[in-house]
């Protein structure tokens, strides 16, 4: 990955870094809703569907070879911890637009995960240049129990739009609520309004 370039996401500069509500932890916890997803790459495939000219779906071995970035980012988990400084590689939300032509009537996306989880995201949050497609994290090879192969990570809103165990990605006319969306969360999830739960 010679070609890689390290994209700091903007929220690294702010002059508060810790969004209200949050502490600030060493660890780097596991959550998620049920079982931890064993992925066997020659059987997985990335699938980009919805309201695209043409479907188009990738082995893993053709995903790896697209080309890769690098994102620093901080994570915000609605739970109320942060931690800071963490670096991605993979590939771009950008570059899907490389891979399919998206349909003019398409202004969201659902990511779909190995096992059932999904997330909901509008195009304007999912293509902002820090968000990542990650098959790796601080220069390792994500662990399974962290969405190996590939996880997507969206620094600017809480953690659990950043979908684990991602096998696809949904183009979408209108908003619908994913997994946790649709279990109390905010349909957007912004953590510097602290837009944690569905009521506000
Ligand atoms: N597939 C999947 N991805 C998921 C979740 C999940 O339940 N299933 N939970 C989310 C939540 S709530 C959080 S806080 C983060 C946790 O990621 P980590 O286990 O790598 O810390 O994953 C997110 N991605
Ligand atoms: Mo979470």
């Known amino acids: 990955m010679e070609d890689e ?4 996401s903007p929220d690294m500069e702010r002059s508060q870094r810790v969004p209200p509500g949050q502490q600030v932890t060493d660890d780097m916890p596991v959550l998620h809703h049920g079982p931890v997803q064993r992925v066997d790459v020659s059987k997985w495939k990335f699938k980009i569907t919805g ?14 070879s697209l080309p890769m970035v690098k994102v620093a980012s901080d994570i915000h988990c609605v739970t109320g911890w942060s931690k800071l400084d963490n670096t991605w590689e993979g590939v771009s939300t950008g570059e899907i637009k490389t891979l399919v032509d998206i349909l003019p009537s398409a202004r ?16 304007e949050d999912f293509f902002q240049p820090d968000v990542i497609f990650a098959v790796r994290q601080n220069g390792e090879p994500i662990a399974p129990e962290h969405g190996f192969p590939v996880r997507l990570v969206v620094p600017r809103l809480y953690f659990w739009k950043s979908a684990k165990w991602v096998e696809g990605m949904e183009f979408m ?14 349909i957007r999830g912004d953590p510097w309004k602290e837009e944690r739960y569905d009521y506000q």
């Open 5 to 8: 370039k390290l994209i700091r």
């Open 51 to 64: 309201l695209v000219q043409k479907k188009v779906e990738l082995t893993f071995d053709q995903f790896k």
């Open 108 to 123: 969201f996306v659902m990511v779909h995960s190995v096992g059932g989880f999904t997330t909901n995201l509008s195009m």
């Open 173 to 186: 006319e209108s908003d619908k609520p994913g997994f946790w969306e649709s279990h109390g969360y905010h």
